[in-house]
């Protein structure tokens, strides 16, 4: 099992300003800070070859090309990971128009 806990920022400045096809033209700066509330993420194998992913939707997937969550299946795909794992993710807020990240 992996439990991850990693805090959310704020961004007061320069959000866009990291993004490549901005810093390479006009260079970037970015001021963010950490807050006292975080994000989650479990890892834990599972019993059978599927998938199973939880967020603000929950997933039961048989294969990682199944997976609507892009940033998972992108992970998942990268890191060479074809099944056999439950991910869960928690926020201490909810995650939607927040703005944090």
Do not use: W
Request: proline share 4%; hydrophobic share 35%; charged share 20%.
């Amino acid at each position: 099992m992996i439990i991850s806990q990693t805090p959310l920022r704020v961004s007061f400045v320069g959000g866009g300003s990291d993004l490549p096809a901005f810093y390479r033209e006009e260079g970037g700066a970015v001021l963010s800070v950490a807050i006292d509330k975080y994000v989650y993420v479990n890892v834990n194998r599972k019993f059978d070859n599927g998938t199973r992913i939880a967020y603000s939707k929950t997933e039961e997937v048989d294969s990682v090309e199944d997976i609507q969550h892009p940033i998972v299946k992108a992970t998942m795909g990268y890191l060479g990971i074809c099944g056999g794992v439950e991910i869960t993710t928690i926020a201490d807020i909810p995650s939607k128009g927040t703005g944090l990240g």
